[in-house]
């Protein structure tokens, strides 16, 4: 059964001028974003996003974090600083960068307890890595818990100056990145505890209204009749999938989780958690204010008095909410016509089950708690990174305990998962790869020819079948985990220790710092961990409690 509680209640950004260059044109650019070498300081602040005032954690004092900016072939240099001082929330923190692969440098992909321990209060720890192949739409957010969901969440976009399909779009600049994010009135160590939490509102680029709340602002994404935008949409939710729309426009996707597609035209399409879609949306609409609309998977879910909305706003329309209807989709994007544009096909024999290595997992629910072939995930004391640099290469002997499984070098592997028990469809998530999907969740088909290439994927419908295809050519430890942040936290993950035995030599330096972070960590009290009266408090808003 489902449960559902909805719960409603009355480095510092481093400023530059950038130059945008468009294809129509080049103008200069009042920037609050950051580039590739940065400090990104993590601390707490009040802010009211959908007017109801709450204290949060954020990167670089705003929500969503600011925009991180980089070209392709950029080596990064992001010091993460730990400022957190509310107690009602984790003090602890990390940060991971989702979608890039860390070849070589697996000790800065951010996962607490996978390739590090927490960053303590008042530390800090430098994140160098090159990202020599990939371009696209990335984001970052916390990896600590369920920290995430009380604000740490930004955008990070790798531009390519010979991007081939900018011959498509005349505008891509940071006005064009939409953030689409869940919003909570309750503070994550404490919604973690519950069974079946909403959302309180939807923000769209860090804007939104709440059910019962005030008419506070929009966001709003400014267009020029005649030109072509590249939107950059990510989905940053903790939880709801969000049916994006523009009344009135269709769009062409052209990227999907920092990988190019083949152009394809759409008039909606479904954002899972962690997903990330670039479309091309073509101003040649009357002059007017349209409604741009983000539908969570929420039940009940309205665009009543502006929720989960914002408005797109032609050049001379007035400012003012839109009164533009929404009507039926009739070209929503199946990711079954998603294909990649360069090396379509899956590696390996195109047949099923005949990878060099077969995985079958299996997810199951009981009582809001989530396990993976029986076994329930929970953090170990010791990063997998750290025990496998110790000398533990063996998956019998690595924490957690049937939580990881050991990978050979250069291997075609095909994962399977069939997920059972509520709260599916699950978005998952695999680090340190992209991969093909060959049979997306609810299809009735193989595709071993061109299918999607992205890094999160829809497990489908309870009792449905994903399957997906990558080669182990990153040796690292990568979690695999359901990116809707309470079933994490549930228990649904899983470690892919990939080739074990060549993680040192595969790593491209260690830095002295990262061996200092557990043993901080480890040093610190309750108090100083943050968030410690947490389950009592859930247990005061409802009785449907996660086991302590």
Known sequence: ?????????????????????????????????????????????????????????????????PL???????HFNINVVNKLDDDSMFKSTSVHWHGLFQNGTSHADGVSFVTQCPIAQNASFLHSFDVPNQAGTYWYHSHYSTQQCDGLRGPLVIYD???????????????????????????????????????????????????????????????????????????????????????????????????LTEPLLVDSLQIFAGQRYSVVL??????????????????????????????????????TDPTTNQTNSTMPMLETNLHPLFNPGAPGIPEYGKADINLDLVVNNTGGVFSVNGAVY?????????QILSGTQEATDLMPDGNV??????????????????????????????????????STFFNYLNPVRRDVVSSGAEGQRMVIRWVTDNSGPWFLHCHIDWHLDAGFAIVMAESPSDIRKHLKGLPAAWDNLCPIYNALTPSQLGAVNSYEQAANITTLL???
């Not at 509680?5 to 950051?34: D, E, G, K, M, N």
């Not at 599916?424 to 049979?439: E, N, R, Y």
Request: proline share 6%; net charge neutral; hydrophobic share 40%.
């Open 1 to 65: 059964m489902y449960f559902s509680v909805l719960i409603i209640f009355t480095l510092l950004p481093t400023t530059f001028a950038a130059s945008i260059v468009s294809r129509s044109h080049s103008y200069l650019l009042s920037s609050q974003s950051l580039r590739s070498a940065t400090n990104l300081t993590i601390s707490n602040k009040i802010i009211a996003p959908d007017g109801f005032l709450r204290s949060a954690t954020l990167a670089g004092g705003t929500f969503p974090g």
């Open 68 to 74: 991180i900016q980089a070209t392709k072939g950029d």
């Open 161 to 259: 100056a010979n991007d081939p399909l900018s011959y498509l779009y005349d505008v891509d600049d940071e006005t064009t990145v939409i953030t689409i994010a869940d919003w909570y009135h309750i503070v994550a160590p404490v919604l973690r505890h519950m069974i079946g939490v909403n959302a309180n509102s939807t923000l769209i680029k860090g804007l939104g209204r709440y059910r019962g709340g005030p008419k506070s602002e929009l966001a709003v994404v400014n267009v020029e009749h005649g030109k072509r935008y590249r939107l950059r949409l990510i989905g940053m939710s903790c939880d709801p999938s969000f049916n994006f729309s523009i009344d009135g426009h269709s769009l062409t996707v052209i990227e999907a989780d920092g990988i």
């Open 282 to 319: 073509t101003a040649d609409k009357p002059v007017e204010n349209y409604w741009l609309r983000a539908l969570p998977s929420t039940i009940d879910s309205t665009f009543f008095g502006g929720l989960n909305s914002a408005i797109l706003r032609y050049k001379g329309a007035a400012a």
């Open 378 to 386: 929970k953090p170990p004391t010791v990063p997998v990174l750290l």
């Open 405 to 442: 499984i050991v990978l050979e070098a250069n291997k075609v592997v095909e994962l399977t998962m069939v997920t059972n028990g509520f709260g599916a469809p699950h978005p998952i998530h695999l680090h340190g790869h992209a991969f093909d999907v060959v049979q997306s969740g609810g």
């Open 546 to 548: 996660l086991p302590n």
